[in-house]
Structure formats: structure tokens, C-alpha cells
T-cell receptor
């Protein structure tokens, strides 16, 4: 069953603008991860945020997590054409030890130069 | 580091034929995952292994699908017989887990095998 659901499904912005993608999930988690997928490629891990963290940064990426609302957001600042890709959130299940990830259907981001 | 290696990258076959997809995980990783990606259903987990042992195959769609991991450096996903609805991109991913860890770790994905069943 789908755990994470991204919103919006598609997003188109101009280069230099910020892009915000949201993810909602249903059950309690240990951590939430964001991945990027370029067309025709495998997924690449971007960032992991644990359930006891509220915000995390990595370069131009900023991820927030609100466990009370079961939601997360990924912000890409000063976007570039190379950021064009699909972005997925993935969650595990609390108390399951090594648990597999469940991926959402992703947000397709287009950054127009 | 070569990353996760999958072969073939593309496979076109006719309905009823046997298809075997191959995966070499990153050396030292002890978890391996097989996923299927389609536009309609997104990324679905088919099966995953810990230390070469299948842990959960509830995502395998039918008995036509089977997966093996004979050793830490090789896994196969077999479809026999194949059907047109099996057409998808199949990904293999690997990760490193350790005892006492709570929560999933970062997964490293291969480039995928694009399967077309005619």
C-alpha cells in the first residue's frame, strides 16, 4: 500500500525560483527519505530526516518534518535546469527494525531556463 | 565504486517467454531490494533480502515471478511465463543494515532494466 503521497504531482518553475514539494504519510515512522530520479535513471538518495528531527539542510535542499501532521516538505532553493527530475519521498514503519521503504508516486519538477 | 549493477539494461521479449533480470549489489551491502516501476502504479517493492535470505515477498505479483540470491554479490528476478502487463522498469537496490538499527537506511539504486513484453 502507498505510504507517502507527494503533492503536487507536477511543478513547473523558472530557473532561480524556489521549488517546494510536499509529502504526506499515514503511519508512524522511524525516518523519512527523499530521492531524486532523472529520466531513464535509477533513484538517487538526497536526504534522510529522523522522526525526532524537525528540519535538515543539505546544500540547496531543506527538508522539514512534522510528525504530528504526518507530513514533510522538500525545498530546493535557487533552482537550476539540472534540478529537473522526479522527486520521491519514502517512509519506513515504526518499530519494524530494518524495514523496507514505501515510496510515493513522486513530484515531477521542471525547471525552465 | 561501481554502484549497483543491473543487466540487461533493456529486454524485449514475446509473451510466454522466460525473462531473467540480474543484479550485483554494492560490495559490503547486506540488504537487496527488487522494485517495479510503472506510470500507473509507481514504484512497487516486489521482494527484499537480508543477508541473502528473502524476508518479504508479499509484493511479488504472481507465482510467475521468482527471485533468488545465491550469494551476497548476486541476485536474479525471473518471470516465467512473461505477459505484456509485466512491461515495466525493474530496479534493484542495495543497502547496509546493522543489528539494533531502527529504521530504514539509504538505498542505492541500479540503473534499472526496461522490460517490454510483446
Amino acid at each position: 500500500s502507498q505510504q507517502g503521497e507527494e503533492d503536487p504531482q507536477a511543478l513547473s518553475i523558472q530557473e532561480g525560483e524556489n521549488a517546494t514539494m510536499n509529502c504526506s504519510y499515514k503511519t508512524s515512522i522511524n525516518n523519512l527519505q527523499w530521492y531524486r530520479q532523472n529520466s531513464g535513471r535509477g533513484l538517487v538518495h538526497l536526504i534522510l530526516i529522523r522522526s525526532n528531527e524537525r528540519e535538515k539542510h543539505s546544500g540547496r535542499l531543506r527538508v522539514t518534518l512534522d510528525t504530528s501532521k504526518k507530513s514533510s516538505s522538500l525545498l530546493i532553493t535557487a533552482s537550476r535546469a539540472a534540478d529537473t527530475a522526479s522527486y520521491f519521498c519514502a517512509t519506513d514503519a515504526l518499530f519494524s527494525g530494518n524495514t523496507p521503504l514505501v515510496f510515493g508516486k513522486g513530484t515531477r519538477l521542471s525547471v525552465i531556463a | 565504486d561501481a554502484g549497483v549493477i543491473q543487466s540487461p539494461r533493456h529486454e524485449v521479449t514475446e509473451m510466454g517467454q522466460e525473462v531473467t533480470l540480474r543484479c550485483k549489489p554494492i560490495s559490503g551491502h547486506n540488504s537487496l531490494f527488487w522494485y517495479r516501476q510503472t506510470m500507473m502504479r509507481g514504484l512497487e517493492l516486489l521482494i527484499y533480502f537480508n543477508n541473502n535470505v528473502p524476508i518479504d515477498d508479499s509484493g511479488m505479483p504472481e507465482d510467475r515471478f521468482s527471485a533468488k540470491m545465491p550469494n551476497a554479490s548476486f541476485s536474479t528476478l525471473k518471470i516465467q511465463p512473461s505477459e505484456p502487463r509485466d512491461s515495466a522498469v525493474y530496479f534493484c537496490a542495495s543497502s547496509l543494515i546493522w543489528e539494533g538499527l531502527a529504521g530504514a537506511t539509504e538505498q542505492f539504486f541500479g540503473p534499472g532494466t526496461r522490460l517490454t513484453v510483446l
